[in-house]
Structures are given as C-alpha cells and as structure tokens.
T-cell receptor, first 113, second 114 residues
Framework: GESVGLHLPTLSVQEGDNSIINCAYS??????FIWYKQESGKGPQFIID?????DKRQGQRVTVLLNKTVKHLSLQIAATQPGDSAVYFC????????????FGAGTRLFVKA | NAGVTQTPKFQVLKTGQSMTLQCAQD?????MYWYRQDPGMGLRLIYY???????DKGEVPNGYNVSRLNKREFSLRLESAAPSQTSVYFC?????????????FGNGTRLTVT
C-alpha cells in the first residue's frame, strides 16, 4: 500500500559531523514533501519542504534532496549540533486540495558531544 | 502571536468517560486538523476541517467526533473513551491547503485512558 517510511529508526552522530536522514515514499503522484523536527514534549515543527519539480532545496544548515526515480527523499544537516537532537519526520502532502498530510514513523537523531 | 494552542496538556480518563480536547489558532488559517501520535507509528490523521463549517474523516476517525466552532477553533470529542485511545493528540492548522503548505502544530494533549 501507499506509505511514507524511513530507512532507520535511530541515528547517532558526533557533534560537528553531517547528518543524513532518509525517507522512502511509494506514491509517485505525490508532489509536495516536508520535513518536520519534533523535540521532546512538543509538537512537530516545520524545517524545510520541497516540491516535486525540484530535486534539491537548501535552508540554513539543512538541505533536502528528492530523487523521484527511486522515490527517495533525504534531509541533510550540516555541522550537527546538540540542539539538533530530536525526532525527524518526513511527510507527504496528497489528496484533493492538499488537505491530507501523511507522515512517516520518524527517525530519532542523537548528537554525541 | 501564540500560533496553535491546545488544552488541556494532560488528561487521565477512565474507560467510558467522555471529554473534549480544545484547539485554537490565531494565524487566520482556513484548514485545521487533528492527529494522534502513537510510539513507532508517526502521526495519523483523525479528522480535518478544510474550512469553517466543514469537517471530514481522516485515517482513524472511529471513536471520535469533531466540531469546527468558528474559524479559530476546532475541538475533538471522545464520547466513550477506550484504552486504545491512549495517545498524544496534536492539533494543527495550514495556511494554504492547496498543494504546497506545511502544517503548524500545537504542543499536544497527552491522554491516558485506564
């Protein structure tokens, strides 16, 4: 069935290293993808998004890559900091009018000092 | 500018009790959403309201009802709580629900049903 999923449930990186969080999606008709960060006890917070007519988008220390051929999306965090420790969700916006956002299960990022 | 505000933050219910989770947003967004978050399952859509006066089912609507009270407020009601409804509930709003707009979330209501 259709799904938005993640390859790894947890990721541990050294402070200062780059982090890469991966996500697979199965609906080739999806045209908008979003990454959210969720800190403990809080709601998910928007980080960066990308539309299907793009393959790369950069923000401040974050980059999202979209590979439509293999239906894969990744979030790269440069110079990972302790404050980046959180759960990261990829999400897919689909449905008439774009009302339904479907989330993957999440990847927990641990940053080691 | 508070964004999305949810009340209460925590709640414990006994099986069969009812309660209403409140949500309000001050961003003048048209669409609002209720999600539940269970360990290892990400967020699942319960109900949404595309605009004031309309509501629609999401992935997991059974056991819940919603009311879009006005443009700002969207409530979620559990008529007869069950242990399977133990979860964290998030309300969200979206500014431009055409393709290409992120959700803005509240900080959740942590519900335990015993």
């Amino acid at each position: 069935g259709e799904s938005v999923g993640l390859h790894l449930p947890t990721l541990s990186v050294q402070e200062g290293d780059n982090s890469i969080i991966n996500c697979a999606y199965s609906n080739s008709a999806s045209d908008y993808f979003i990454w959210y960060k969720q800190e403990s006890g809080k709601g998910p917070q928007f980080i960066i998004d990308i539309r299907s007519n793009m393959d790369k988008r950069q923000g401040q220390r974050v980059t999202v890559l979209l590979n439509k051929t293999v239906k894969h999306l990744s979030l790269q965090i440069a110079a990972t900091q302790p404050g980046d420790s959180a759960v990261y969700f990829c999400a897919e916006n689909r449905g008439t009018g774009g009302f339904k956002t479907i989330f993957g299960a999440g990847t927990r990022l641990f940053v080691k000092a | 500018n508070a964004g999305v505000t949810q009340t209460p933050k925590f709640q414990v219910l006994k099986t069969g009790q009812s309660m209403t989770l409140q949500c309000a947003q001050d961003m003048n967004h048209n669409s609002m959403y209720w999600y539940r978050q269970d360990p290892g399952m990400g967020l699942r859509l319960i109900y949404y309201s595309a605009s004031e006066g309309t509501t629609d089912k999401g992935e997991v609507p059974n056991g819940y009802n919603v009311s879009r009270l006005n443009k700002r407020e969207f409530s979620l009601r559990l008529e007869s709580a069950a242990p399977s409804q133990t979860s964290v509930y998030f309300c969200a709003s979206m500014g431009l629900p055409g393709v290409g707009s992120p959700l803005h979330f509240g900080n959740g209501t942590r519900l335990t049903v015993t």
